[in-house]
């Protein structure tokens, strides 16, 4: 590679600027980018962890934990699992803490080290340079020859590139999005959809192809513009971070003023570190344009940071690169704080990093306490459709039922019980214990009834749940409700008064 700038074509000539949006011209066109490639340690880094990234999404629904996928979220049967454990829609209340945990993770992540997350592990990224752009530069070739495609005019050559590079991105999406959705049916529940009618399974097979249309357009044509349109977290970073994150900037002091390598002047090892120095008046930075040319988004990160920098260090390890072939020291783009490019010295303890530290902990003590009470069935008592309670000829009833779930991937059997009921009442339903089968449910009734003569007013007692082994209880409180107590007496007295004049009047 020559270290001058390579002649861009008419759509590559947008120059960045730091008061504009990269991605938008002067007349409101966008400007298509075509990225470089470079090469490095951190670009080294980031393909290994995308590669590893894209195994684990693979290989998740296929690997078995407990007789499951490790990481299954069964809607239908509203089971969710998550590496051998088991939750049930109830247990969506957990989700909470799982949530802010991670929220407050990647806010103590970003205060540190800003936008790690959108240039290592962001799913859009990922995807994007390691997948379609790969294919990209496999059928298209390399940036110059990308963008040289990109302005010839259309002919039988560079329409059957286009042809084959979108036929593989909708493949490639249809792939993603099969695989995706195995994440609710299971991979053996998605094989047997793919041999049957579309119409047997019209939701499933609706959501694929959509989902499939919306990749295809996100990465095919899209792609930035979601970090820099829709994704909120480029505006988020400016309120979680400061002066001592750790960012991607250019080293202004060292770099200025920039200049062409043939305006030189003296050999190499004479040309000055800073302006402090004696020697030619020019910085370190040749003005080769590397660092925009392998930029995702075509920021030119010599303005300083910017809404569109994802971190990817990209920029780098192309500047590094060019710093090695000029014989000039690495690090005039590198990873430090505005406090270390100005000459200071980073503080990773401050208030920002400790309170953030201290939600995250806190987070991550509640979501473990809450995740370890998860128990390995649920249960629900609620009260009957129709009338709250009924009131017969001798006693009072109440109705509820009682739906029982097994979270096991075993037969369960559990033993149903009332707690603090008072004398007088009559139970039904539950005599004998209950066998579930695995991951079952049963939903039976139970009744309550109490003589009205025993009935002194609304009561609350439990139900328990227990297991056969014992090795836990369940309980749920519950309410027996009826009539006002005095106003039933009463009447119980009239009807007992009516009665004995009946018997008189018989007797006489």
């Known amino acids: 590679m020559s270290l001058e700038t390579r002649p861009r074509s008419a759509s590559a000539r947008h120059a960045p600027v730091r008061d504009s949006v990269t991605t938008i011209s002067a007349d409101g066109s966008r400007p298509f980018l075509y990225p470089a490639d470079a090469r490095g340690r951190f670009i080294t880094a980031r393909r290994l962890a995308a590669y590893l990234l894209i195994a684990v999404y693979l290989l998740l629904p296929w690997i078995p934990v407990n007789g499951y996928p490790a990481l299954f979220l069964d809607v239908a049967a509203r089971r969710f699992h998550f590496f051998g454990l088991t939750l049930s829609a109830q247990d969506a209340w957990l989700l909470f803490f799982g949530v802010s945990g991670l929220g407050f993770a990647l806010f103590f ?114 792609r930035e513009q979601l970090c820099i349109v829709i994704c909120p977290y480029g505006r988020l970073q400016s309120a979680l971070t400061d002066d001592h994150t750790l960012v991607i900037g250019y080293d202004t002091k060292r770099g200025e003023p920039r200049g062409k390598l043939h305006g030189r002047v003296g050999p190499v090892s004479d040309w000055p570190r800073d302006r402090s120095e004696t020697g030619p008046t020019f910085g370190a930075c040749i003005d080769c344009h590397r660092c925009v040319q392998v930029c995702p988004t075509g920021i030119d990160i010599r303005h300083g940071l910017q809404m569109e920098c994802i971190g990817c260090a990209a920029c780098i390890d192309a500047c590094d690169e060019v710093m090695v072939k000029v014989k000039r020291p690495v690090g005039l783009i590198r990873y430090d704080s505005f406090a270390g490019f100005s000459g200071g010295v980073t503080r990773w303890l401050r208030s920002r990093t400790i309170l953030y530290a201290v939600l995250m902990f806190v987070g991550a003590a509640v979501a473990t306490y809450a995740f370890s009470t998860v128990k390995p069935m649920n249960f629900l008592v609620y009260r009957m459709t129709g009338a709250a309670y009924f009131v017969g000829h001798a006693e009072v009833r109440n109705q509820f039922m009682v739906r029982l779930v097994n979270k096991r991937t075993v037969p369960a059997t559990f033993t149903v019980a009332t707690a603090g009921l008072p004398a007088g009442v009559r139970q039904t339903g539950f005599g004998a214990p209950v066998t579930l089968e695995p991951l079952g449910e049963s939903v039976s009734p139970l009744i309550l009834l109490i003589t009205r003569k025993d009935y002194t007013g609304p009561f609350k007692f439990s139900v328990q749940v227990q297991d056969a082994g014992r090795a836990f209880t369940l309980a749920r409180e519950v309410e027996f409700i009826g009539p006002d107590a005095r106003l039933l007496r009463e009447e119980e007295e009239e009807r007992e008064h009516e009665g004995r004049e009946r018997q008189e009047k018989k007797h006489d």
């Open 109 to 222: 992540l970003t205060a540190l080290f800003g936008r790690l997350w959108c240039g290592w592990a962001c799913p859009q990224t990922v995807f994007l340079d390691y997948v379609y752009r790969r294919i990209e530069r496999w059928i298209e070739g390399d940036a110059p020859a990308r963008r040289a495609l990109q302005d010839a005019p259309m002919a039988a050559g560079k329409f059957l590139r286009r042809a084959a590079k979108h036929a593989l991105y909708a493949l490639v999406s249809l792939a993603i999005t099969h695989l995706f959705l195995a994440y609710f049916v299971s991979i053996p529940e998605l094989w047997l959809y793919m041999h049957e009618a579309p119409g047997e399974h019209w939701a499933s097979f609706l959501f694929v192809f959509i989902a499939a249309g919306i990749l295809y357009f996100n990465f095919a044509w899209f």
